[in-house]
């Protein structure tokens, strides 16, 4: 008996952003371009009020300011969370104990100022709100962190020396 199978085929699109020359390819050029016509529709620049004699206006703001990116976000989020997780701030699934491990807290925050510094001045000011803002709060919560883990391990030592 003859084997009648259509022959099955795919279809492989190129979606990198980059021809191998390194260059934007012109797909990604109209993408964005298109993006910015509708976004200059959905969000028309505010009217500018009528310059007063003495008003001081403001400089408007620069063309080429950095836009956000969710990836980025998300990456700072998830570094976040794997600090916050090794601080204490969810306890361990096999366990049910908070997991505390300051060097790898220290590690992750280190990462963390490292980003924020590699990305100075090309970040979206809500990009660098979220990160500062995020180290902050680690930096404190590492710090409260290190103190109990110090305390806790006085307290261990001083009670071991009176035992006879």
């Known amino acids: 008996m003859p084997d009648h199978k259509q ?3 795919f279809r492989v699109i190129d979606r990198r952003p980059f021809t191998a020359e390194g260059e934007l390819r012109k797909e990604v050029v109209d993408q964005e371009e298109r993006e910015a016509q509708r976004e200059a529709t959905v969000h028309p620049p505010a009217p500018q009020p009528a310059p007063a004699d003495q008003a001081v206006t403001a ?3 620069p063309v080429d300011a950095p836009k956000r990116a969710p990836a980025f976000e998300n990456l700072v989020r998830m570094l976040g969370s794997n600090a916050a997780m090794v601080l204490g701030a969810y306890a361990d699934p096999r366990t049910g104990q908070p997991m505390i491990d300051p060097d790898a807290a220290r590690e992750l925050i280190d990462m963390l100022d490292a980003l924020r510094e590699k ?3 090309n970040l979206a000011p809500e990009e660098d709100n979220l ?4 180290l902050g709060k680690l930096k404190m919560t590492y710090l ?4 109990a883990v110090a305390t806790q391990a006085q307290a261990v030592q001083a009670k071991a020396k009176t035992r006879p």
């Open 7 to 9: 022959e099955e085929s």
């Open 59 to 61: 400089p408007p703001p």
């Open 119 to 121: 990305t100075r001045g």
């Open 131 to 134: 990160l500062l803002d995020l």
């Open 144 to 147: 409260e962190v290190n103190q």
